[in-house]
């Protein structure tokens, strides 16, 4: 028989999906010599549009990790325009990296990678095509890559943009409930 651990360990980890990025060792120099210390990035989901980064720093790597998952709680946002795909296509830029996304039929899947991928599994996206040209820094790709998801309109803002209404015949597969005109 199995040993049951506790509710709440568990119930936390399952609302948001956690993926650590990248740890990096960091060194800072002082009158002694070196210090040596750990950078971890983090990216955090509920898969159902929430989405944080976070950057935490610790001379041990579960401390830095315990630090960029708080990071990334506090600092998290709502996306929105999400549903099974995204609904437009996006391209952003920060720093020397640019992400383009583009929507996908459904059963395409994710195609994308790095942090591009983590960052669109957590928010729950199942079908996207992605590409990241530029620098392949995790921490600016990852930026880059949410500054796109954040400048997604929703169904109804992209009508208004451009002033027509559209017949979508499954609202569910695009997450939607909108009324048909």
Do not use: W
Request: a positive charge; one cysteine or more.
């Amino acid at each position: 028989m199995m040993a049951r651990r506790s509710n709440t360990d568990t119930d936390s980890k399952k609302e948001f999906f956690e993926e650590v990025v990248q740890i990096s060792r960091v060194n800072k120099v002082v009158k002694g010599g070196r210090r040596m210390a750990f950078r971890v990035f983090v990216i955090i989901g509920d898969r159902q549009g929430t989405i944080g980064l976070g950057v935490g720093k610790s001379k041990e790597v579960t401390l830095g990790i315990h630090t960029a998952l708080a990071q990334a709680k506090k600092n998290s946002s709502q996306i929105k325009g999400i549903g099974r795909t995204v609904m437009h296509e996006v391209d952003a830029k920060f720093c020397g990296s640019s992400v383009q996304i583009r929507p996908a039929k459904p059963g395409t899947g994710i195609i994308a990678g790095g942090a591009v991928r983590t960052i669109l599994e957590a928010v729950g996206v199942q079908d996207v095509v992605a590409k990241s040209h530029g620098s392949n820094n995790p921490m600016n790709v990852a930026k880059a890559t949410l500054i796109a998801l954040q400048s997604l309109r929703d169904y109804e803002e992209e009508c208004a943009f451009r002033g027509i209404r559209f017949f979508v015949p499954d609202h569910s597969k695009l997450g939607q409930n909108h009324d048909k005109k």
